[in-house]
């Protein structure tokens, strides 16, 4: 594996942004801004390896991620801004200098609003909602043990929504896979409540399924090393499990589907077309123990 180079470098400070990682808005050298999280950060390392790693996965599914860079923080412009640091128990300290994850900001951070949260009454303005179907099989996929996040933005009279932060994709520093039920989902749920079926998740989910072991590498092959302490056998058990984990992605759902809280109302037998009993040849596939009737509510499908 060849050490990773910059893509960009950072040339401005501009101000600290909420979350626990105590990211920094920056300017970047090709006119851009970018959302730097820092070696260094309050949370963990491996974050920026996930942010990566995860960030481009979910790109070439084509789900509406921002871009995300490799990019450079000088010691000179840590020297000159002072801002550029983390409260970390009442203490101050300083970012480091070196390559940091930088996420382009979803707008222009200038003259743009960013909203974290939208009303409910709301969100049929997002125009690009259907992609939270596709974003919860991308998470159940990447084993977020995190809360799906996402902001929105303004365009014309309705709203786009980007997917942000992934770093507790891979269960953040671990690397392993916990798959519970309930991980990886949004907060709200009426976000889901038009998934009717398996073609909801469409057309990311037999993107996941047939995603080939060389693309897996090709989105992790940048990552800088120190990003993982060089840990390069945990990296290509990552890849393995990402590679073996595409056909469970339906599995995952399904428990998702079927847990206490409901997520699906509209997910009825009559949209899977499911003979009485019996669960689609898929379903039966990703699931064989609810296919042999053990158990889940088979009428449910
Ligand atoms: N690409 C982006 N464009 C615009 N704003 C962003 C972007 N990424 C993050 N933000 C803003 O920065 C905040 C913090 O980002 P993020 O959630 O990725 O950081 P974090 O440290 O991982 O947070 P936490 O772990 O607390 O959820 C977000 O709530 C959002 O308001
Ligand atoms: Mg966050």
Request: with cysteine.
């Amino acid at each position: 594996m060849k050490s990773a180079a910059a893509n960009i470098q950072a040339v401005q400070h501009i101000r600290r942004m909420r979350g626990g990682t105590q990211p920094h808005l920056m300017r970047a050298s090709d006119g851009n801004y970018y959302i730097v999280k820092f070696q260094n950060n309050p949370q963990y390392l491996r974050v920026l390896a996930n942010e990566f790693l995860a960030t481009r996965l979910a790109a070439l599914l084509s789900l509406p991620v921002p871009e995300v860079e490799i990019i450079e923080v000088s010691d000179s412009l840590i020297e000159s801004s002072p801002g550029l640091q983390f409260e970390i128990g009442g203490i101050s300290v300083r970012c480091a200098a070196g390559l940091h994850v930088g996420v382009r900001h979803v707008a222009d951070p200038w003259n743009d609003c960013v909203f974290d949260y939208l009303p409910e009454s709301t969100f049929d303005k997002v125009m690009n909602r259907q992609a939270f179907a596709g974003i919860l099989a991308f998470d159940k996929w990447t084993g977020n043990t995190d809360g799906r996040q996402a902001v929105f933005t303004k365009h014309g009279r309705g709203y786009h929504v980007t997917f942000i932060d992934q770093g507790y994709c891979f269960n953040a520093a671990e690397w392993n896979f916990p798959d519970l039920p309930l991980h990886g989902a949004y907060y709200k749920g009426h976000v889901y409540e038009d998934i009717a079926g398996w073609d909801s998740f469409e057309p990311v989910l037999s993107r996941i399924e047939a995603m080939e072991y060389a693309d897996l590498w090709r989105c992790a092959a940048p990552i800088p090393l120190d990003w993982f302490e060089h840990d390069g056998e945990g990296l290509f058990q990552l890849i393995e499990a990402l590679h073996e984990r595409r056909s469970s992605v339906r599995t995952f759902i399904t428990a998702f589907r079927d847990s206490s809280r409901n997520p699906f109302p509209r997910w009825t037998a009559v949209h899977g077309a499911v003979p009485q009993g019996r669960r689609s040849i898929k379903e039966e596939e990703a699931a064989p123990e609810l296919a042999l009737g053990g158990v889940g509510e088979i009428g449910k499908s």
